[in-house]
């Protein structure tokens, strides 16, 4: 099956995945960190179409309730009870859920932020009723807080980072990187409100 013959969730993470793949193959080969202008245009231009592919599959996936059988969207993980099939039962809303935290994902490493917390937000509204991006088999149930949180981090929007990384802590007690997140925003905002403060 080519490529254009895909749905366009599976493309965009395609695409995603063959830019990352020749980033981390680059840096094993060990090549130079500095990239040349055409490899990061490459990677933009990438991320970009990646965007477009997220941003027509959640249309076309909006408000389609019937339950169908289509390919994984991610690779099952070691000890994931589907570990042997290369389907798995989805509903629109739940493809509509990876499109939009896909979408985040990608706006985020473009440095469009403020696109980035609300394609997150679009897509944690649509989990926390259920539909959470086709079970995404090994992810964390906190990781779309924890990206939503290091995006406002990014911003300076220390309040929100706070508010997103205790949510996630919420969903995983106990995880090391979402407490030192925290930490980092705690910190993050008590030095903003010392350098803005007035002597």
């Not at 080519?2 to 993470?13: F, S, T, V, W, Y």
């Not at 339950?67 to 009870?81: E, F, Q, Y």
């Not at 929007?157 to 205790?166: I, S, V």
Request: proline share 4%.
């Amino acid at each position: 099956m080519g490529d254009k013959e895909l749905p366009p969730l599976e493309r965009a993470n395609r695409l995603v995945r063959e830019a990352d793949r020749t980033r981390k193959t680059r840096k094993t080969a060990g090549q130079q960190e500095g990239r040349s202008e055409g490899d990061k245009g490459d990677k933009v231009a990438a991320l970009m179409k990646a965007v477009a592919l997220y941003e027509e599959a959640a249309a076309l996936a909006h408000g389609v309730g019937a339950v169908a059988t289509a390919p994984r969207l991610v690779s099952p993980s070691a000890g994931d009870k589907h570990a042997g099939t290369d389907k798995e039962t989805v509903t629109g809303a739940s493809v509509e859920c990876a499109a939009r935290y896909g979408a985040g994902v990608c706006l985020r490493k473009l440095g469009r932020l403020h696109d980035a917390v609300a394609a997150f937000e679009a897509a944690i509204a649509l989990e926390a009723m259920g539909f959470n991006a086709g079970s995404r088999p090994g992810s964390r149930p906190g990781s779309m807080l924890e990206n939503l949180a290091a995006t406002h981090v990014r911003l300076k929007q220390h309040h929100e980072a706070q508010a997103a990384f205790k949510a996630a802590m919420a969903l995983e007690p106990g995880n090391r990187k979402l407490e030192e997140g925290l930490h980092k925003a705690v910190v993050g905002f008590a030095s903003k409100k010392t350098k803005s403060t007035p002597f």
